[in-house]
């Protein structure tokens, strides 16, 4: 298990390297950290998929082999407003209320997570990453809005996050720190410290 401490220090981390970024303004409504992954070294594996998983369902995984390459976090005053209406007040499985993910939501996408195709509309080409067509940010946290953050956001407002990540395949496709696998204190130590170091704090670094 992941002790609690290590988690708030992930997102304390990422929540203060965000603010030193020139491309997340204040009142946007969510903010992005892009990490610089060109270094074998300095990535980190898609931490969304168990061992076991990863050995019986490999052709099924999207991200499998493909590094985290940016972060979000959307705080809580903004979760509603970004999925476009209003959280269930409660949801039951078998009688039993499912805990609500509370507060900023954070969570790490790979780099396969937007393709470029999202904007070009190209599939004939070699998949590639929408931070490889320097793109604004704008339009970047736009296409990640609607690509994949929305429904997530969705799914965590009104599920919380247990039902979800521990389906067979995960059906969120961002990756939150209380979720990774290895589920281990050291190993969400060992992110913190790769997102440090590799941290695009400029817009115009980002590729």
């Known amino acids: 298990m992941i002790?609690?401490?290590?988690?708030?220090?992930?997102?304390?981390?990422?929540?203060?390297?965000m603010k030193k970024t020139d491309y997340n303004p204040s009142g946007s409504p969510f903010d992005i950290l892009v990490l610089d992954i060109r270094r074998k070294e300095d990535r980190i594996e898609f931490c969304g998929y168990e061992k076991m998983l990863k050995i019986q369902f490999r052709e099924s995984l999207r991200f499998l082999g493909s590094p985290i390459k940016v972060i979000v976090r959307v705080?809580?005053?903004?979760?509603?407003?970004?999925?476009?209406?209003?959280?269930?007040?409660s949801v039951k499985?078998?009688?039993?209320?499912?805990?609500?993910?509370?507060?900023?939501?954070?969570?790490?996408?790979?780099n396969?997570?937007?393709?470029?195709?999202?904007?070009?509309?190209?599939?004939?080409?070699?998949p590639a990453?929408?931070?490889?067509?320097g793109l604004p940010v704008d339009k970047i946290k736009e296409v990640m809005l609607n690509h994949w953050l929305k429904d997530d956001l969705?799914?965590?407002?009104?599920?919380?996050?247990?039902?979800?990540?521990?389906?067979?395949?995960?059906v969120i496709g961002g990756v939150?720190?209380?979720?990774?696998?290895?589920?281990?204190?050291?190993?969400?130590?060992?992110?913190?410290?790769?997102?440090?170091?590799?941290?695009?704090?400029?817009?115009?670094?980002?590729?």
């Not at 979760?79 to 007040?89: F, Q, T, W, Y």
């Not at 009688?95 to 996408?109: E, N, Q, R, S, T």
């Not at 969705?154 to 995960?170: A, D, F, K, S």
């Open 3 to 17: 002790k609690e401490e290590t988690i708030k220090r992930f997102k304390d981390t990422v929540k203060r390297l």
């Open 129 to 133: 990453s929408i931070f490889s067509l």
């Open 93 to 110: 499985t078998d009688d039993d209320p499912i805990a609500h993910y509370k507060g900023d939501v954070y969570l790490m996408y790979s």
């Open 154 to 170: 969705y799914l965590i407002n009104n599920w919380g996050l247990m039902p979800i990540v521990y389906e067979t395949i995960p």
């Open 75 to 89: 705080p809580n005053k903004n979760r509603e407003a970004l999925v476009g209406h209003p959280r269930e007040k």
């Open 112 to 126: 396969n997570a937007f393709p470029d195709s999202h904007v070009t509309g190209n599939k004939n080409t070699k």
């Open 176 to 207: 939150p720190p209380e979720t990774i696998e290895p589920n281990r204190t050291d190993y969400l130590e060992k992110i913190i410290d790769k997102i440090s170091r590799t941290a695009i704090l400029t817009e115009k670094d980002i590729r």
